[in-house]
């Protein structure tokens, strides 16, 4: 299967640390890798609805949920990029990996099959010295990999507050020249129990 990736850009800002930090590792993709950008504030998700307990999701086929749920179907590599807000990825970011929970439970669409085997990146730019505060962010893709049976490529960690100032954290950037180069584990559990998500 050719690999095509999929970014998804989770920052409140435009053209924030987080985006330019991911555009400088896309820009190392062999020419052949198709890219798909999708940034979640101009295409808004709504507040997901839990229908467990009620009736099935329905497949939905129209307007920014249908455009993700597609372009997440069709990617061999799925990007998540959020900046750290309060140690943990963006709200538009969640609300992205909540409409997971539905299309898992969508009747014929397969979603978990489909994405298990595929990789999951993480790219964030964060304003603090200690990289360790990026451990939730972390932990929480590394899980939603190992849940759906995906591989987890990491997370590539940049330092940024001001606009552009990731730019000047050249260990980050000479990372990203090599982060989509490596090859992606399976993911695993942080802890030994496997915890469905909501």
Do not use: C
């Not at 839990?50 to 997440?72: F, K, N, Y």
């Not at 590394?142 to 100032?165: E, H, I, Q």
């Amino acid at each position: 299967m050719t690999r095509r990736f999929l970014f998804v850009l989770g920052s409140a800002r435009a053209d924030g640390n987080t985006e330019l930090l991911a555009r400088r590792a896309a820009e190392q993709l062999p020419p052949g890798v198709e890219q798909q950008w999708i940034d979640l504030t101009e295409h808004p998700l709504p507040d997901f609805e839990d229908l467990r307990h009620d009736s099935d999701h329905a497949r939905p086929t129209e307007g920014s949920t249908a455009l993700l749920l597609d372009a997440t179907l069709a990617a061999t590599d799925i990007v998540i990029a959020s900046p750290l807000y309060w140690y943990s990825v963006s709200a538009q970011t969640k609300r992205y990996l909540d409409h997971w929970s539905g299309w898992l439970r969508t009747p014929g669409l397969d979603f978990k099959d489909t994405l298990a085997g595929r990789t999951l990146w993480g790219v964030t730019a964060l304003a603090h010295e200690e990289e360790v505060v990026a451990d939730p962010l972390i932990g929480t893709l590394s899980n939603s990999a190992a849940y759906m049976g995906m591989r987890f490529g990491g997370v590539l960690l940049g330092n940024g507050s001001k606009p552009g100032d990731v730019l000047n954290d050249t260990g980050a950037l000479a990372r990203a020249k090599t982060f989509f180069a490596q090859e992606a584990p399976l993911a695993r559990f942080l802890y030994d129990a496997e915890v469905q998500p909501a």
